[in-house]
């Protein structure tokens, strides 16, 4: 399938829930037969965001867990319900199904998000992080080239750190495609298309000789960005058993919005 998006909606009305396909950009990096886990959270964000929508409220806190492989081929679904209802505090959830082996619909993802009610506290307004340094700092790996057509073409990704160097790693990242196709995205669907990408800015390994994978992602959001470009400062630490975690900070160009956080499955990578 051929489309400037990352997913196609199918069927808005079906009774599994909003059903998708899904394009060559959600194709992940390590395998191109499964997808990579940011286009994966962005479409749940979507979900949690739709579901019963309150405009004087907005996502403080979201989790994502990654139930297994998502399949880059065949049919999806995305369903959201609200868990907890309040004035103040709601707890919504959104998950995704895919075709088993079985040929039967099963989750293959599952995020959570507390939704706040919002206030205006413009005064006391506080972020420490130091802010990233501007992306006229920054170059271009051309990393697509390393792959056919999967996520990574469909990203404006630019470093302004050496990859494996001594310290965070930090990136300015801007989506050139839709999340889905013929919608515009919304700041936070923004942020989560490319949020997940810090566990790759932080690693301190080589890609050719071992495997990192995350099995979640979870995101605190103090403020919700502004403008096309996302910044990522992340930095993981590993464990002696093959165990690591990776924490960042996200940012706008106006400074830090958010903090993430992953568990990070660590493999040597077989003999070819």
């Known amino acids: 399938m051929v489309t400037d998006a990352y997913y196609e909606l199918v069927d808005a009305s079906d009774d599994r829930g909003e059903k998708f396909a899904a394009t060559d950009f959600v194709r992940s990096t390590w395998s191109a037969a499964i997808q990579h886990a940011a286009p994966v959270s962005a479409l749940l964000v979507r979900g949690l965001q739709r579901c019963e929508p309150r405009d004087d409220t907005r996502l403080s806190r979201v989790l994502v867990d990654l139930l297994?492989?998502?399949?880059?081929?065949?049919?999806?679904?995305?369903?959201?319900?609200?868990?907890?209802?309040?004035?103040?505090?709601?707890?919504?959830?959104a998950e995704m199904l895919a075709l088993g082996p079985d040929g039967a619909p099963r989750?293959?993802?599952?995020?959570?998000?507390?939704?706040?009610?919002?206030?205006?506290?413009?005064?006391?307004?506080?972020?420490?992080?130091?802010?990233?340094?501007?992306?006229?700092?920054?170059?271009?790996r051309d990393m697509a080239k390393d792959w056919?057509?999967?996520?990574?073409?469909?990203?404006?990704?630019?470093?302004?750190t050496t990859p494996m160097s001594?310290?965070?790693?930090?990136?300015w990242l801007k989506p050139e495609v839709d999340l889905v196709e013929g919608e515009a995205m919304t700041p936070l669907e923004r942020l989560f298309v490319v949020a997940d990408d810090a566990n790759g800015i932080g690693t301190k390994l080589d890609i050719r000789k071992w495997t990192f994978l995350n099995t979640d992602l979870?995101?605190?959001?103090?403020?919700?960005?502004?403008?096309?470009?996302?910044?990522?400062?992340?930095?993981?630490?590993?464990?002696?058993?093959?165990?690591?975690?990776?924490?960042g900070t996200l940012f706008d160009e106006d400074g830090a919005v958010g903090a993430i956080q992953q568990s990070v499955l660590v493999r040597p990578r077989p003999p070819a």
């Not at 001594?166 to 990136?171: Q, Y």
């Not at 996302?230 to 990776?246: C, F, L, M, N, V």
Request: aromatic fraction near 8%; charge should be neutral.
């Open 68 to 93: 297994g492989p998502v399949p880059a081929e065949g049919e999806l679904w995305v369903r959201a319900r609200r868990e907890r209802a309040g004035k103040q505090i709601e707890l919504v959830s």
């Open 107 to 140: 989750p293959v993802a599952r995020a959570s998000g507390w939704r706040l009610q919002t206030i205006d506290t413009a005064f006391v307004t506080h972020a420490p992080a130091e802010p990233l340094r501007p992306r006229s700092e920054a170059r271009t």
């Open 148 to 160: 056919d057509r999967n996520y990574v073409h469909s990203l404006d990704w630019r470093w302004l």
């Open 166 to 171: 001594d310290g965070p790693g930090e990136s």
């Open 218 to 247: 979870a995101v605190h959001i103090h403020r919700v960005p502004d403008g096309e470009w996302i910044g990522i400062r992340a930095e993981t630490s590993y464990g002696p058993d093959g165990i690591g975690t990776t924490l």
